[in-house]
Each structure stands twice: as structure tokens, then as C-alpha cells.
Nanobody, 114 residues
């Protein structure tokens, strides 16, 4: 079973930056669907950014221009660079990959203070 481990979360002031990483326990080079969701307290899990079919990534409108998703097939990682963070970005962030089934990491907390 492939395992995903997120890292890079933490507490940051509004306007700051964080970089989240998701390390997979196997090669992701052949996979074409992966990304990041987030879940804020009391809210449903929300898709933040994703790669689908090796096309250009897409993003939820609220993070466009601020977040950038990237992948490193050599390191088997999917990353999310987050800039100009806002308090409403506070959530637990989960990475996923689609490898016959959708696999999830355990999440990493991001807290943005005002």
C-alpha cells in the first residue's frame, strides 16, 4: 500500500508563506492525477489544487495567483507553495494521489493568524 506523508504545515501570520510537501512511498512518475484538498473546522473538504492528465494544474478560485502546485517525479513528491496567506486559508491540508484508488495522506495543519 502506497503511503503519503505531508509536511510543512505550521503557524504563520497573514501575508506569509508556507510550502507543503507530500512524499509518496513509491514512484509517482506514471501517475497523472494528484493534488491537495483542505478542510477547515465545520466545513466540507475542498479541492485546492490538482494535476489531471498531465495538463496544466488547476486551482480553486480563492487561491489562484497565490498557491502553486508542483510535482517532482524524481523525489516522488507533490508540493504546494502557498503565498500571501489569509486567515481563511486556515485548515488541515491533505494530499492525494489516484493510483487505481484514491489514496490520502493524514494531513498537515496550516494556521494563519490575522
Amino acid at each position: 500500500q502506497v503511503q503519503l506523508v505531508e509536511s510543512g504545515g505550521g503557524l504563520v501570520q497573514a501575508g506569509g508563506s508556507l510550502r507543503l510537501s507530500c512524499a509518496a512511498s513509491r514512484s509517482i512518475a506514471s501517475l497523472n492525477s494528484m493534488g491537495w484538498y483542505r478542510q477547515a473546522p465545520g466545513k466540507q473538504r475542498e479541492l485546492v489544487a490538482r494535476f489531471v492528465d498531465f495538463f496544466a494544474p488547476d486551482y480553486v478560485d480563492s487561491v489562484k495567483g497565490r498557491f502553486t502546485i508542483s510535482r517532482d517525479s524524481a523525489k516522488n513528491t507533490v508540493s504546494l507553495q502557498m503565498t500571501k496567506l489569509k486567515p481563511e486559508d486556515t485548515a488541515v491540508y491533505y494530499c492525494y494521489i489516484d493510483d487505481r484508488i484514491r489514496l490520502w495522506g493524514r494531513g498537515t495543519q496550516v494556521t494563519v493568524s490575522s
